[in-house]
């Protein structure tokens, strides 16, 4: 049951390709399946990061049960090279945020895991 959720000052043209990397590269990291996972993009974000300044910037969100401690690094390196690669954002200028859920506070397909 991961989420994605990224946000960006970049315009985006088409967003179904990047979904698609998105949950690949995310999944692949968590051991999950792609077909628990949900990814979620907004971009042209008003953002300011250390100030005033035009130059991109992308927040990734990721929530789920029971994130581990050793996936916070290789999933923070892997949200700044995609944020380099698909919104054209520096990884100086990305930030990631990721929130272990408890189980229990996590439902979906009419069940609560």
């Known amino acids: 049951m991961p989420l994605v959720s990224i946000y960006t000052s970049a315009t985006i043209a088409d967003s179904a390709p990047i979904l698609k990397i998105v949950t ?3 999944a692949s990291i968590l051991g999950k399946p792609e077909s628990i996972m949900m990814v979620r993009i907004e971009d042209e974000q ?3 990061f250390g100030g005033a300044s035009d130059t991109p910037a992308t927040l990734f ?3 789920g049960i029971e994130l581990s ?7 923070t390196l892997e949200c700044c ?3 380099g690669e698909l919104f054209a954002t520096s990884q100086d200028r990305v930030f990631v945020k990721l929130t272990n859920v408890p189980r229990g506070m996590w439902g979906g397909n009419g069940k609560v895991y």
């Open 69 to 75: 401690d050793e996936k916070a690094e290789p999933l």
């Open 24 to 26: 690949e590269r995310a």
């Open 46 to 48: 008003n953002m300011s």
């Open 61 to 63: 969100e990721i929530d």
């Open 81 to 83: 090279r995609l944020a």
